[in-house]
C-alpha cells in the first residue's frame, strides 16, 4: 500500500465497467472518477461502485488534480484525440485497442508521450489472456523449440454493433490477431515490431457498409516479417457479410511443438509434438489459469463469473477475454510505479497498430509492400 494511492479515472462506462471492480480491489490504487457523457448510465454506474467524483464532460476530467492515470474506453474514432488530450494534462494513460485510426494520430501520441514522459499502455487483451501466457510460457522453457511461424486471426460479426463500425475496414481493427504474434517474439531489451506488410483484400460487402469508409472487402489476410529475425506472420480479419463464429485466435509453429487454436468456441486446443508417430503428434491440452502471477486481492477477477455486463457484445463473442482484465490492470499499474515502459509502451503499440493500417493500404493497393513508419 502507498502512503498516496494512484488514482484513476476510467472513460467509457460501457466495455470500460468491467475494470472498475479490479481498480477498487488493487492495493495501493482508488479508483477515484468515472467519465460517462450519458448521466444516467454515469449515476447509475457511480451508484452501483460507490464513487461519487462523476463527470460528463472529459475536458472537465482533466482538469482534476487529483487524477493520475486516465483509462480510456471510449468510441475507437476518440482513441487518438482523448490520448492526446490526457498526456498533455500531466497523466498517465491506458488506452483499450486501437491506439488510433491514423499513422499521423500513432506519431503524434508517440512524441508527446516521450515528452512528457509519461506511462501510456495500450491494453491489447489478447497477450495478457490465459492462452497466450500459456504459449509464452512453452516458448520461455524450451518446449516449442525455434519458432518457424506465427499465425492469428479475428473474425467477429459487427452487425449491431455501435455507429462507427459499420464498414470499418478489417485491418483497422487488428490488434488482437496482430499482437500475439509479435508479443512472443519480444525479448526483455527488445520489442518485437514489424517494417513492413503486405495485405489482400477477397470479397465484397454490401453497398451500404462500403459507403461508411470506402472500403469494399469483407476480408483482409496480411503477411509480415518480424523485424531482426527470419520469422514471418500471417493475420486474418474479417467484420462484416462472413458466416464465422467469433473467432480471436492465434498459432504457433516451433521446431519441436506447435500450438493451434481451438477450431470453435467451447472445443479444445491443439498441441503437436514432434518426433512421434503419426498419430501421437496431436494432442488436446487444457490452458490453465494464471491467476497466481497477481496480487491476490484480484485474483478472482480472472474468471468469467466476476463479469460485469455478461450480455456486452464483446463477452457474448469475446468468450471474457481469456482472464486478461486484471492482467492489464497489474500490468498498467506496476509501470507507473517503477515507471518502466509499459507492455506494450507507446512506440510499439504504434507499431503493432500501424501494421493494420498499413495492412488496409495495401489491400487498397492491390497488395503492394508497404513500409510501416519508424517511431
Request: hydrophobic share 35%; charged share 20%; with cysteine.
Amino acid at each position: 500500500h502507498l502512503a498516496t494511492p494512484i488514482r484513476v479515472a476510467i472513460v467509457g462506462l460501457g466495455f470500460g465497467a468491467e475494470f472498475i471492480p479490479i481498480d477498487q480491489a488493487y492495493p495501493g490504487v482508488e479508483m477515484y472518477a468515472i467519465c460517462c457523457r450519458n448521466k444516467d448510465n454515469l449515476n447509475k454506474t457511480g451508484d452501483k461502485h460507490n464513487i461519487t467524483t462523476r463527470y460528463t464532460n472529459y475536458d472537465d476530467l482533466l482538469r482534476d488534480d487529483k487524477i493520475d492515470a486516465v483509462h480510456i474506453n471510449s468510441p475507437i474514432p476518440d482513441h487518438a484525440s482523448h490520448t492526446l488530450k490526457a498526456l498533455a494534462a500531466g497523466k498517465h494513460v491506458a488506452c483499450t485497442v486501437p491506439m488510433a485510426t491514423s499513422q499521423e494520430d500513432c506519431r503524434k501520441i508517440v512524441e508527446l508521450q516521450r515528452h512528457v514522459n509519461k506511462i501510456y499502455m495500450m491494453m491489447e487483451t489478447t497477450i495478457y489472456s490465459r492462452e497466450y501466457l500459456f504459449v509464452k510460457e512453452m516458448y520461455d522453457k524450451g518446449d516449442l523449440g525455434r519458432i518457424q511461424f506465427l499465425r492469428g486471426s479475428h473474425q467477429q460479426d459487427m452487425n449491431g454493433w455501435p455507429h462507427y463500425w459499420p464498414g470499418l475496414p478489417p485491418m483497422w481493427y487488428a490488434t488482437h490477431c496482430v499482437s500475439p504474434c509479435l508479443a512472443l517474439m519480444c525479448t526483455p531489451s527488445q520489442p518485437a515490431t514489424a517494417e513492413h506488410v503486405t495485405c489482400h483484400g477477397s470479397g465484397r460487402i454490401r453497398e451500404d457498409l462500403i459507403a461508411h469508409y470506402g472500403s469494399p472487402f469483407a476480408i483482409e489476410t496480411a503477411t509480415f516479417r518480424i523485424k531482426g529475425t527470419d520469422v514471418a506472420a500471417e493475420v486474418t480479419r474479417s467484420l462484416f457479410d462472413t458466416a464465422r463464429q467469433y473467432r480471436e485466435s492465434f498459432d504457433v509453429y516451433g521446431s519441436l511443438s506447435s500450438f493451434e487454436w481451438q477450431q470453435v468456441e467451447g472445443g479444445k486446443h491443439v498441441i503437436h509434438t514432434g518426433g512421434r508417430p503419426e498419430p501421437d503428434i496431436p494432442r488436446h491440452v487444457h490452458v490453465p489459469d494464471y491467476a497466481h502471477l497477481l496480487p491476490p486481492s484480484i485474483q478472482p477477477f480472472t474468471q468469467p463469473s466476476t463479469i460485469q455486463d455478461a450480455d456486452h457484445l464483446s463477452f457474448v463473442q469475446g468468450g471474457g477475454h481469456g482472464g486478461s482484465h486484471p492482467h492489464l490492470v497489474h500490468a498498467f499499474i506496476e509501470a507507473i510505479l517503477h515507471h518502466r515502459p509499459a507492455f506494450p509502451d507507446a512506440p510499439t503499440s504504434a507499431n503493432w497498430t500501424m501494421i493494420g493500417l498499413c495492412a488496409h493500404e495495401s489491400a487498397m493497393k492491390g497488395g503492394d509492400k508497404i513500409v510501416i513508419p519508424e517511431m
